[in-house]
């Protein structure tokens, strides 16, 4: 006779990690832009560039489309992070608990949320410290 420590756990349906991801990294983006759009969180970023005395004023559009540019391609890489941070959720609440697959579909969308947003803030981060390292080289 087998008990649930015998039953493999059920994989996680197919595409259903990206599809987590993939909303879960719009919502933090929606978090992130607070109301605002994407052009403005890049203006915001390269702001912070050149109240560090950096750059000056003249220079926020330059460096707008640099950190947009950068923002985009850190949050595209995200997206595998995010995916694969839904999927260990969705494996470790099954293992724990055989069968549970809408507690295993509430802690993938759970973990893939608390990814993005730490994600993002980590790209948010980077962007900055790569427009101050660029402006720096460029001085």
């Known amino acids: 006779m087998?008990?649930?420590?015998?039953?493999?756990?059920?994989?996680?349906?197919?595409?259903?990690?990206e599809?987590?991801?993939?909303?879960?990294?719009?919502?933090?983006?929606?978090a992130?832009?607070?109301?605002?759009?994407?052009?403005?969180?890049?203006?915001?970023l390269a702001w912070s560039v050149v109240t560090a005395g950096d750059r000056s004023a003249a220079s926020i559009e330059a460096l707008a489309d640099t950190a947009e540019a950068l923002l985009a391609?850190?949050?595209?890489?995200?997206l595998w992070s995010v995916e694969q941070a839904a999927v260990r959720a969705w494996q470790?609440?099954?293992?724990?608990?055989?069968?549970?697959?809408?507690?295993?579909?509430?802690a993938a969308r759970l973990d893939a949320a608390e990814e993005s947003a730490r994600l993002l803030e980590a790209a948010s981060?980077?962007?900055?410290?790569?427009?101050?390292?660029?402006t720096?080289?460029?001085?």
């Open 32 to 44: 992130l832009c607070r109301g605002g759009s994407w052009r403005g969180v890049a203006r915001g």
């Open 92 to 106: 470790e609440l099954l293992e724990a608990r055989p069968g549970d697959t809408e507690g295993a579909l509430a």
């Open 2 to 17: 087998l008990d649930d420590r015998d039953v493999a756990p059920a994989r996680m349906p197919a595409g259903l990690g």
């Open 125 to 134: 981060g980077r962007v900055v410290e790569a427009l101050l390292a660029r």
């Open 19 to 30: 599809e987590i991801a993939a909303e879960a990294l719009e919502r933090a983006l929606q």
């Open 73 to 78: 391609s850190l949050i595209d890489d995200a």
């Open 136 to 139: 720096r080289r460029a001085a």
